[in-house]
């Protein structure tokens, strides 16, 4: 009876170190494409925010449109900020 309980207890230990090894899928992060095309409004925004001042471009990307699509939000941060990485660490 004893062992029962004790290979219950093993194969759960297991079956939990199994089920935390494949929900910890940790892979290396990849540098996001900031050379995709937009259409010439979208391209224009984003030129925009590089004259902008930094709160400027931080509030500007807060919008909806940069939000809802992702590959115009990194080009938009790499255009803006890639610039002036001094300032923006400044601001920590």
Known sequence: ???DKGIAIIIMVMTLLLSMNALSD???PTRPDVNRM???QKEAGINELAGMTIQE???Q???PEYLLTPAL??????RAFS???Q???ALQ
Do not use: N, V
């Open 1 to 3: 009876m004893h062992e």
């Open 26 to 28: 940790a892979a290396e």
């Open 38 to 40: 937009f259409d010439a």
């Open 57 to 59: 471009a931080f509030e």
């Open 61 to 63: 990307l807060k919008t």
């Open 73 to 78: 939000m990194h080009k938009a941060i790499y």
């Open 83 to 85: 610039h002036r990485k």
């Open 87 to 89: 300032a923006g660490l």
